[in-house]
């Protein structure tokens, strides 16, 4: 089974620019969440999609948004970009089941550098 | 915040086991604990997670204690590949968001 898949792996913006990321979950999984990591802040909870609906949202502005579709893909977007949204953005997916046996897989990251 | 508290460095022999230890004190009866691992700037890898019993799969054993305060993750024969950042998070389930500390960075070392 393919695992979680990020576009792109990198990206470089301006400053002011905005930029949309894309995460394709694992097949069947139907939740999706959205971490940002810096080497100030680490690993950090930005929002979590579950069924096309935001269900859990960290403190982050609201420059910072995203969307699930029908498919479970999810994008998140990030408008006027500041230099120190420069990150490793990372996308996990989960089916989401009270179960022993589920957890968050992530996939590899978009490496985004705002200039 | 993060939920964990995990010592910030550990040094380990190739082929000894890695013994990571992490306290959970104020973790809930319907919390499980995860493990994952991130190797420089790639994705958070699953090693493992358990509610209350100890677990064992191919990577790795998690012993957790039995006032379930504390958790240790035990890489049996490490080898230089396991070098990475260990993180030990609590999360009522994988929908919850995962508070990730700043983990232990385990140097595997010849």
């Known amino acids: 089974k393919a695992g979680v898949t990020q576009t792109p792996r990198y990206l470089i913006k301006t400053r002011g620019q905005q930029v949309t990321l894309s995460c394709s979950p694992i097949s069947g999984h139907r939740s999706v969440s959205w971490y940002q990591q810096t080497p100030g802040q680490g690993l950090q909870f930005l929002f979590e999609?579950?069924?096309?609906?935001?269900?859990n949202k960290g403190n982050f502005p609201g420059r910072f948004s995203g969307r699930q579709f029908s498919n479970s893909r999810s994008e998140m977007n990030v408008s006027t970009l500041e230099l120190g949204d420069s990150a490793l953005y990372l996308c996990a997916s989960s089916l989401l089941l009270q179960s022993r046996t589920d957890t968050q897989y992530f996939g590899p990251g978009t490496r985004l550098t705002v200039l | 915040d993060a939920k964990t508290t995990q010592p910030p460095s550990m040094d380990c022999a190739e082929g000894r086991a890695a013994n990571l230890p992490c306290n959970h004190s104020t973790i809930s009866g319907n919390e499980y604990v995860y493990w994952y691992r991130q190797i420089h700037s790639q994705g958070p890898q699953y090693i493992i997670h358990g509610l209350k019993n100890n677990e064992t799969n191919e990577m790795a054993s998690l012993i957790i204690t039995e006032d379930r305060k504390s958790s240790t993750l035990i890489l049996p024969h490490a080898t230089l590949r396991d070098t990475a950042v260990y993180y030990c998070i609590v999360s009522l389930n994988t929908g919850n968001q995962f508070y990730f500390g700043t983990g232990t960075s385990l140097t595997v070392i010849p």
């Open positions: 999609y579950f069924s096309e609906t935001q269900r």
